[in-house]
């Protein structure tokens, strides 16, 4: 009798918690399934990225790295140079406080990036963590995944507990809680890796105010700021000097940099007191036999005095702090290296499958309150709302991709309007959700709208920089014709299913009843 009372408030409290962050987490759920592509988007994106991939970028860039110094009165003392990269095809130079100058890497002619200063990646990016939310969205999704791991706690426990195979009627019912239950089994490793480390990026980092106060005697509130000069030692100022020196190449100290740390991948290059006497370059990055414990947080560098070449300093893992080692597995975890596609491919199907689990779950309580005469406003509502979130943001998402290229580079606030348009975009959205009784009616308008959004997107992607999926495919811009496939793909998908919807579906059991009659 005790067991089962503990296994009913169980059930409830999986319920309620449940219910309470599930269109939180499936929000960060979506947005974080796109965001493992955001590499690929980011190039997509920026026409000043749409540079055929170079086998052999080479570093022969000292005349060029003349030209940009004076021309751009860059300050000498450190000059920060990143190389191409799985994220970036551009080579990007910059200084303190001063603009980034973008060279082609093939030709190392200067891009035209004045007002490619807005992208669509970083504010899918935003929502999945929760800073679209002022102050507090950060800390709802930590406190989210937080309560995910609860979620799946109980979960497993009432799994164990239920071992009686009891042959039931199909009942829809009995249809969500099986599909929730089976697809949560599946993904619980892949869940628990996000959750863990969204829990800590979420609630640790963000919201250490009190012990961050509490160690530091109340003169300090923020943990980086706390933590940074123990875990994050800076490199010493270099005293400035007046005597010029002559560089050697910056190909060749690239090429003596890789000769002597062999697994070393560079990923960013500092040169300090550029062509002085004293000047010093340090090649940073992270090790290939080694990704989760270096390159996000913990970076590992070779300085080498640029007038010679000597080696005069070698950081490798057993030197550096092992805090930035265990914040680099969690940002190695939770963020991925970069150059995996299989693994980005392989998350993306997990993804989708926590996104189905969720709706799954979000059905089998309102299964619960379909007959409901006491709730029924309150769950009718809650079914309208859920409708928003799980279809609703579909085209919504979508329309970011159309606004990107409709909207002009160098309007002013055009961060703002594009976001503007979007949240707007979801009233109209949602107020078409109220009005509309038909369930399947709305899901069939909604998707047909995602993929009209879409094809349009991968047209006026063409239409703007004149590179259509065609033509990337032929120049070899293998990024940018693949996110123009998965796009049109996604939109015939859409497309397709809009119009394949039967109007004799399961879910027209929540269809709202303007005369209340729910017996």
């Not at 990016?125 to 937080?146: C, D, K, R, V, Y």
């Not at 480390?197 to 003169?219: E, P, R």
């Not at 159309?402 to 002009?408: E, F, G, M, N, R």
Request: glycine share 4%; charged share 15%.
């Amino acid at each position: 009798m005790l067991e089962k009372l503990n296994i009913k408030y169980l059930i409830r409290a999986h319920t309620i918690v449940g219910l309470f962050c599930i269109f939180l987490f499936y929000i960060s759920s979506f947005f974080g399934t796109i965001t493992l592509f955001l590499p690929y988007l980011n190039q997509w994106e920026f026409p000043s990225k749409h540079i055929e991939k170079s086998l052999d970028y080479g570093f022969n860039i000292d005349n060029k790295l003349d030209e940009i110094i004076n021309k751009y009165k860059l300050d000498i003392k450190n000059i920060e140079i990143i190389p191409p990269s799985f994220k970036d095809s551009r080579i990007s130079i910059s200084s303190k406080n001063q603009s980034t100058i973008f060279l082609n890497p093939n030709t190392n002619q200067e891009l035209d990036t004045f007002y490619e200063y807005s992208n669509i990646s970083e504010f899918i990016n935003e929502i999945h963590f929760g800073e679209n939310i002022p102050i507090i969205g950060t800390f709802l999704m930590g406190l989210a995944s937080t309560a995910i791991i609860f979620l799946i706690l109980t979960g497993i426990i009432l799994f164990i507990s239920n071992k009686k195979k009891i042959k039931e009627k199909k009942t829809p019912k009995k249809i969500w809680f099986n599909w929730h239950k089976k697809i949560s089994l599946i993904i619980i490793p892949f869940l628990l890796i996000f959750v863990i480390t969204g829990a800590f990026i979420g609630l640790m980092l963000n919201t250490s105010n009190i012990f961050s106060l509490s160690v530091s005697q109340y003169k300090e509130s923020n943990l980086r700021k706390l933590v940074a000069p123990i875990i994050f030692k800076q490199k010493e100022n270099l005293p400035s000097s007046q005597i010029n020196s002559e560089m050697l190449a910056l190909s060749l100290l690239y090429k003596t940099a890789k000769e002597n740390y062999k697994n070393l991948e560079i990923r960013k290059i500092n040169i300090y007191n550029y062509k002085k006497e004293n000047s010093q370059i340090v090649f940073s990055g992270y090790l290939n036999n080694n990704r989760a414990l270096s390159g996000n947080i913990n970076r590992v560098d070779i300085t080498l005095n640029s007038t010679n070449a000597q080696i005069l300093s070698k950081t490798n893992l057993d030197q550096t702090h092992g805090i930035k080692q265990s914040l680099s597995a969690f940002y190695f975890l939770h963020f991925l290296p970069d150059e995996t596609i299989g693994i980005r491919i392989l998350f993306s199907i997990f993804g989708i499958l926590l996104i189905a689990s969720l709706a799954f779950g979000y059905l089998l309580w309102a299964e619960k309150k379909l007959n409901s005469v006491k709730d029924y406003m309150f769950s009718a509502f809650m079914n309208k709302f859920a409708l928003l979130v799980i279809v609703g943001v579909l085209p919504a998402c979508s329309l970011l991709f159309v606004l990107h290229w409709i909207i002009p580079f160098e309007i002013i606030d055009r961060d703002i309007w594009i976001k503007g348009l979007f949240y707007t975009f979801l009233c109209l959205s949602f107020c078409y959700i109220l009005y509309e009784s038909q369930i399947l009616k709305i899901i069939k308008v909604l998707l047909f709208i995602t993929g009209i959004f879409l094809f349009i997107a991968v047209f006026l992607h063409g239409y703007k920089t004149n590179i259509y999926i065609w033509n990337s495919f032929e120049q070899n811009l293998m990024v940018i014709f693949y996110v123009d496939l998965v796009l049109l793909i996604i939109s015939f998908l859409s497309i397709f299913f809009s119009n394949k919807i039967s109007n004799n579906g399961i879910l027209n059991r929540f269809d709202y009843k303007r005369n209340l009659d729910v017996k």
